[in-house]
């Protein structure tokens, strides 16, 4: 059995014993948390061996021009999305250990020659200290909640248009102007490209949270969640996008993150009608725009294609899904978890063997991080200057080798210019790193034991490998089609790197 709060509690525990290299300013500082939990149910009792295999923390995002083509560059270094990096880099070690004969407390042999499956009794759920950005954060505010930005109008023709032809409500451009300190590569140009800030719902505390106990719960579980009071306003804001303001519930917390271009645009009507919701949307960007989908849309996209991505694939039988989705103390609303996560993939069918709709339990813990944007506003003080997001990010995963990666930039934190194309200077999460650790795992395969998919081919590129997974390439392919038809195609020309 465990518990919301267990995992929570869990999660910071593992952030607080971190060295201090990458964490905010006490009292001047926020950022995010996200981690990835192995559940190991131990034969024949009801005991659950909880451990933190991979954890994040961060909220920036690097914007398209400051892509490489070389892999090199940490494209997305929210925390949800540091965290499931991280935990490819474990995956890969337990497969490693796995194909040189080793103990692996994850992997076991499978029925196909070369795949391997999870060991009996073992799952993995998702923890993330804030609702995550874009669908999952376009939430009801409770009469109790401050609002997250002044109120607007109508938007008038004037005003200034993003990407995709919606108009940016001034409001947004006055919070960003704020001075948010960034973390640089030492010695950057000024004149070069900043990450962007992840600026979701303001971390005003949720009504009422409620701690969920599960053990590693079925789906048929999630009905039996408890609802916070925002729930209860739910047949006032069915239209949202459609209708105005709801007398009862007359704001939403909103998302930072853009709608895709081709698809609904966010009305921007004051209150309720401001955002489009059920959409595809990219991270923000302050003065250029980013490629990186929502951490909504990811979680999406990990509950039908699993978390281990194209490369894991060509080695596991079945996709590897989280069981359950955690979030800490923040505004949540469970009904709009669900259709973030869950409503917008649920009627696709026709996936290859080894995929399915797979929805996570998703449950809210009581306790909130202490880094949160909320609690580094309790505890700033007169002299320590303007509140603003940590400009690094923290992966931490359970590797024998260097298990802790700082980064700013999508750059190695602390790197000095002349560093940067050297291998010094890269994220061990970057492209270019998860790909040479695939490349050793395969290395390390006996070439009798190697997957069908790995046999006899021409393979160089990391395009190449992708694309070689073919049963994964097929699921994206049905789910790309069915649900998200509008997601952004990779530009090949970044993928071609060795």
């Known amino acids: 059995m465990w518990t919301a709060d267990e995992i929570a509690k869990l999660c910071y525990g593992r952030f607080d014993e971190l060295p201090r290299r990458g964490k905010p300013e006490p ?26 295999v991979s954890l994040g923390t961060g909220t920036k995002c690097i914007g398209r021009t400051s ?27 337990q497969l490693c250990r796995a194909v040189c004969g080793q103990d692996s407390s994850v992997f076991c042999p499978a029925d196909e020659q070369g795949k391997w499956r999870l060991q009996p009794g073992v799952s993995f759920l998702f923890f993330t200290s804030h609702t995550p950005c874009g669908d999952a954060s376009i939430i009801p505010m409770t009469d109790s909640q401050s609002q997250p930005c002044p109120p607007v109008g109508c938007a008038k023709p004037s005003e200034e248009t993003d990407g995709g032809g919606s108009l940016k409500r001034k409001a947004e451009g006055q919070n960003e102007g704020r001075n948010i300190k960034t973390l640089r590569v030492e010695d950057q140009e000024t004149g070069e490209r900043k990450p962007e800030s992840r600026r979701d719902t ?77 959409v595809l949307r990219v991270k923000p960007g302050r003065g250029e725009p980013t490629l990186s989908l929502s951490c909504s849309d990811k979680l999406a996209r990990w509950a039908v294609l699993g978390f281990q991505g194209a490369l894991l694939s060509h080695y596991l039988q079945e996709a590897l899904y989280f069981g359950a989705v955690v979030v800490g103390k923040c505004p949540y609303s469970h009904t709009v978890m669900q259709r973030a996560l869950v409503t917008r993939c649920s009627h696709v069918s026709g996936l290859p063997t080894g995929f399915s709709v797979s929805p996570p339990v998703l449950l809210q813990s009581s306790l909130e991080f202490p880094c949160s944007q909320a609690q580094t506003e309790l505890q700033h003080q007169a002299g320590q200057g303007r509140i603003s997001p940590c400009g690094a990010a923290i992966s931490w995963c359970n590797v024998a080798k260097q298990p802790l990666d700082v980064t700013a930039n999508g750059y190695k934190h602390g790197v000095t210019k002349k560093a940067l194309g050297t291998a ?31 046999r006899g081919k021409e393979l160089q590129s990391y395009w190449d490998y992708k694309e070689a997974s073919r049963t994964y390439q097929r699921a ?23």
């Open 67 to 93: 892509m490489s083509s070389n892999g090199d560059v940490l494209n997305d270094s929210h925390a949800e999305v540091i965290a499931r990096r991280g935990c490819v880099r474990y995956l890969m070690q």
């Open 476 to 498: 994206w392919q049905q789910l790309r089609e069915q649900a998200f038809p509008l997601w952004p195609i990779s530009d090949r020309d970044l993928l071609l790197f060795r």
């Open 202 to 278: 303001k971390q005003s505390e949720s009504s009422t949270s409620n701690t969920t106990e599960s053990e590693a719960p079925p789906q048929s579980d999630a009905e039996t969640v408890s609802q916070t009071s925002t729930e209860q306003r739910e047949p006032e804001i069915k239209a949202w996008g459609n209708s105005g303001l709801s007398p009862r519930a007359p704001d939403i917390h909103r998302t930072g993150a853009k709608c895709v271009l081709g698809g609904p645009a966010d009305p921007l009507q004051p209150g309720m009608g401001y955002h489009s919701t059920g």
């Open 424 to 454: 010094k200077a890269r994220s061990l999460l970057c492209k270019l790193e998860l790909f040479h650790s695939f490349l050793s795992l395969v290395s390390a395969t006996d070439q009798a034991l190697l997957p069908d998919s790995l």
């Open 27 to 52: 009292g001047r500082e926020w950022t995010l948390l996200a981690a990835v939990v192995k559940l190991t149910q131990r034969d024949n009792t009801q005991e659950v061996e909880k451990e933190v």
